[in-house]
């Protein structure tokens, strides 16, 4: 019924940019929030930021200063520009949503996750 689709992960070496995408599409009624999600080997799954509907944000004290979050909310995606990227930002990075179905359902739903490698 809900798919989010990631894209924009990779390698790149430490102090290097990359920019996340996530695209929801399918039978959704209203976006509530959008967020990414991180996932270290061994380590568990930890908020990195998220966008409210109404453009209020949050960050992680890890990436405060260094990472953007951004929503389009015609195109019902959401993006995550990350800068001065470290060793310690490697992770799976997983798109977050927490909205209503078109039946009135309301959930939180995952992306695939997309792997985020800074290494020299």
């Known amino acids: 019924q809900v798919q989010l689709v990631e894209s924009g992960g990779g390698l790149v070496q430490p102090g290097g940019s990359l920019r996340l995408s996530c695209a929801a599409s399918?039978?959704?009624?209203?976006?509530?929030?959008m967020g990414w999600y991180r996932q270290a080997p061994g380590k568990q799954r930890e908020l990195v930021a998220y966008?409210?509907?109404?453009?209020?944000?949050n960050y992680a004290d890890s990436v405060k200063g260094r990472f953007t979050i951004s929503r389009d909310t015609a195109k019902n995606t959401v993006y995550l520009q990350m800068n001065s990227l470290k060793p310690e930002d490697t992770a799976v990075y997983y798109c977050?949503?927490?909205?209503?179905?078109?039946?009135?359902?309301?959930?939180?739903?995952w992306g695939q996750g997309t792997q985020v490698t800074v290494s020299s």
């Open positions: 399918g039978s959704i009624f209203s976006i509530y929030t």
């Open positions: 966008i409210t509907s109404g453009g209020n944000t």
């Open positions: 977050n949503s927490d909205l209503r179905l078109n039946a009135g359902n309301r959930g939180h739903y």
